[in-house]
């Protein structure tokens, strides 16, 4: 028999609409992956702006201190860069270069490189701005020593290492360097400060009927977990780039963010493995739930079949009774 036209249509609907999902599930990991690739690509170029801009400021300072401080040019910061500016004769400059500056040596003091591949050594102090003694109208220079590490040849792609194992912004680094160093927490300033506020908004209660209330405990957990859910595709951006320590050395940039974006979405894939394992399970269950439904429909149907025929049966059983004529009756009639 036939399936019922009815059906038919609404599971042709049903087909078509699941295919039409996976496609486009299909585009939107695509355009993750894309998105993913790109964000990682601009963590490790501000990565190189920042590092050319650092050596560039002990480049300056070492030209400043063997001048014998007679280059008013390179006295400082702001001095140097708008006599380069002068110089070039553009408005074009590196994007936040002062503060690049500043971001530098905060940064490598606490991730920069303390050996690199030539050997060359530098203690982690000789990094801190905090012990430079030689000052010139405010601006502080480090020893030649600390000029010549930073300058060496290798140390570029050694801090370059250093600061994608960490795998965030500059400013969030930034951020999480100062707090480092003042003792207080690894985290990022802007996180700590989330949760300050809450903390303040929330005061404790200390009644006994507070203690048992039980809504009250459970809803700060769940809001929690909302934000968490939201800020979920932001830090794993962020943590991409901490991928690219796990490369090979001398490995190319570009192929490092390839295989940082591809290790990023393979653990993505996997982390939603159970969901999607749990959905087919539910798809199945309910493809069972309505084959069942069919079944009972064709059951019924059938049934019904059968006692249609059964009481045509019985009609037909019935008329030939009626004009079945028996020998007495004839006898009678007659």
Same mark, same amino acid.
């Given at each position: 028999?036939?399936? #019922?036209?009815?059906?038919?249509?609404?599971?042709?609907?049903? =087909?078509?609409?699941?295919?039409?999902?996976?496609?486009?599930?299909?585009?939107?990991?695509?355009?993750?992956?894309?998105?993913?690739?790109?964000?990682?690509?601009?963590?490790?170029?501000?990565?190189?702006?920042?590092?050319?801009?650092?050596?560039?400021?002990?480049?300056? /300072?070492? +030209?400043?201190?063997?001048?014998?401080?007679?280059?008013?040019?390179? &006295?400082?910061?702001?001095?140097?860069?708008?006599?380069? /500016?002068?110089?070039?004769?553009?408005?074009?400059?590196?994007?936040?270069?002062?503060?690049?500056?500043?971001?530098?040596?905060?940064? $490598? =003091?606490?991730?920069?490189?303390?050996?690199?591949?030539?050997?060359?050594?530098?203690?982690?102090?000789?990094?801190?701005?905090?012990?430079?003694?030689?000052?010139? /109208?405010?601006?502080?220079?480090?020893?030649?020593?600390?000029?010549?590490?930073?300058?060496?040849?290798?140390?570029?792609?050694?801090?370059?290492?250093? $600061?994608? &194992? +960490?795998?965030?912004?500059?400013?969030?680094?930034?951020?999480?360097? &100062?707090?480092?160093?003042?003792?207080?927490?690894?985290?990022?300033?802007?996180?700590?400060?989330?949760?300050?506020?809450?903390?303040?908004?929330e005061p404790a209660e200390t009644t006994e009927a507070a203690e048992t209330t039980p809504p009250k405990a459970k809803a700060p957990a769940r809001r929690a977990r909302r934000r968490g859910r939201r800020h979920e595709d932001e830090d794993e951006i962020e943590t991409a780039v901490s991928e690219a320590a796990l490369a090979p050395a001398g490995?190319?940039?570009?192929?490092?963010? #390839?295989?940082?974006?591809?290790?990023?979405?393979?653990?993505? #894939?996997?982390?939603?493995?159970?969901?999607?394992?749990?959905?087919?399970?539910?798809?199945?269950?309910?493809?069972?739930?309505?084959?069942?439904?069919?079944?009972?429909?064709?059951?019924?149907?059938?049934?019904?079949?059968?006692?249609? =025929?059964?009481?045509?049966?019985?009609?037909? &059983?019935?008329?030939?009774? /009626?004009?079945?004529?028996?020998?007495?009756?004839?006898?009678?009639?007659?």
């Amino acid at each position: 028999m036939a399936l #019922d036209p009815t059906a038919m249509g609404y599971w042709k609907r049903a =087909l078509d609409a699941s295919k039409a999902a996976a496609g486009a599930e299909k585009a939107e990991r695509a355009h993750e992956h894309a998105m993913l690739r790109s964000r990682t690509e601009k963590h490790v170029e501000n990565y190189k702006a920042l590092i050319a801009i650092g050596q560039l400021d002990a480049w300056r /300072q070492k +030209q400043y201190l063997e001048s014998g401080r007679t280059l008013d040019e390179y &006295k400082s910061v702001r001095a140097f860069f708008k006599y380069i /500016q002068d110089k070039l004769k553009t408005e074009e400059m590196p994007k936040n270069c002062a503060h690049n500056v500043i971001f530098f040596w905060s940064l $490598l =003091l606490a991730f920069g490189p303390l050996e690199l591949k030539d050997g060359s050594t530098i203690a982690r102090g000789a990094l801190d701005k905090a012990s430079w003694t030689t000052s010139v /109208q405010g601006s502080k220079f480090a020893e030649l020593s600390t000029l010549d590490f930073v300058l060496n040849g290798g140390f570029a792609d050694a801090f370059l290492t250093e $600061l994608c &194992k +960490q795998g965030h912004g500059v400013d969030t680094l930034d951020k999480k360097a &100062k707090a480092m160093l003042n003792g207080t927490t690894d985290a990022p300033a802007k996180k700590s400060r989330r949760r300050s506020k809450k903390a303040a908004s929330e005061p404790a209660e200390t009644t006994e009927a507070a203690e048992t209330t039980p809504p009250k405990a459970k809803a700060p957990a769940r809001r929690a977990r909302r934000r968490g859910r939201r800020h979920e595709d932001e830090d794993e951006i962020e943590t991409a780039v901490s991928e690219a320590a796990l490369a090979p050395a001398g490995t190319k940039t570009a192929e490092l963010v #390839d295989l940082m974006a591809d290790n990023k979405m393979l653990r993505r #894939d996997l982390a939603t493995r159970d969901e999607e394992i749990a959905a087919l399970k539910a798809s199945l269950q309910k493809k069972g739930e309505e084959i069942e439904e069919m079944n009972l429909y064709f059951q019924e149907r059938i049934e019904a079949l059968e006692d249609e =025929l059964a009481r045509e049966k019985d009609k037909n &059983k019935t008329g030939r009774r /009626q004009t079945a004529v028996s020998p007495l009756s004839d006898a009678t009639n007659a």
